[in-house]
């Protein structure tokens, strides 16, 4: 009683094809009355051109594990040929399990761009004061989110591209500096920005703000408190 279990560990898979079922998982380990260990981390990377992961109906996971005191998610991050080093998906799923703790950004994490960003299931994603991630292409935030003094989300990517924000956050801060990039907010979504807000297009080139919907209206609430800087910014709905 009172044990405090491991963590999840790491697995770094570099395959040509990933296929059938099966599970690769880092979960948290889990012992009756502990303290539940915290998820660790998994990278998949398919190498084969064309080769995804729809043909894999197995478990890739890293959850924290329950118990008196449960464990935080950890990441998955997943990327396919066609994707560059900062292009895979980062994912953030504690399998329904709530935990004041989760996946933290801190300044030892070098890799700091990815092109979608999921949270989902209670997972938490956290930044530490300071960090930024930046994120070319989805922000689905279906779970928790949660940052301090400095720490911001930046959309990036060419200047042709669209990033979708689902669900609401409260971001620290929110930057987009290339000129030409779309942001969507999910039809009727509030999201909130606490501290520094930056959105700079160029002459000629916005950036877009819209709504996932075509006339369908969504917030982005800016505190009193928060530093602006917006220039060459198009807004609609």
């Known amino acids: ?25 880092a979960n ?42 449960p464990g935080g998610a950890g990441t998955v991050y997943l990327r396919t040929p066609g994707q560059a080093v900062n292009e895979g998906t980062l994912i953030v799923d504690n399998n329904g399990v709530s935990s004041p703790v989760g996946a933290l950004l801190t300044p030892q994490v070098t890799d700091t761009s990815v092109r979608d960003v999921l949270m989902r299931r209670a997972g938490l994603l956290a930044l530490d004061p300071g960090q930024s991630l930046t994120v070319s292409g989805i922000w689905s935030n279906g779970a928790n989110f949660s940052a301090t003094s400095g720490a911001a989300i930046v959309f990036a990517g060419s200047g042709v591209s669209t ?18 990039k779309t942001i969507q907010f999910a ?42 800087a917006i220039t060459r910014v198009d807004v609609k709905d």
């Not at 009756?32 to 729809?54: E, K, Q």
């Not at 990033?163 to 030409?180: A, E, I, Y």
């Open 163 to 180: 990033s979708t924000v689902f669900g609401n956050t409260t971001f620290w801060g929110l930057t987009c500096t290339t000129p030409g």
């Open 187 to 228: 039809a009727d979504s509030t999201n909130t920005v606490v501290d520094a807000l930056n959105l700079a297009g160029a002459a000629g080139t916005n950036v877009a703000l819209r709504s996932s919907s075509d006339g369908a209206a969504w917030k982005l609430n800016v505190t009193a408190s928060a530093v602006q």
């Open 28 to 69: 948290g380990g889990l012992g009756t009355g502990s303290w539940g260990g915290g998820g660790g981390r998994v990278a998949v990377v398919l190498m084969s051109p064309a080769a995804d992961f729809s043909g894999f109906a197995g478990m890739i996971a890293a959850y924290g594990a329950a118990g008196s005191g």
């Open 1 to 25: 009683d009172g044990q405090i279990t491991g963590a999840g560990g790491s697995i770094w898979l570099t395959t040509g094809y990933l296929t059938g079922s099966g599970s690769i998982t």
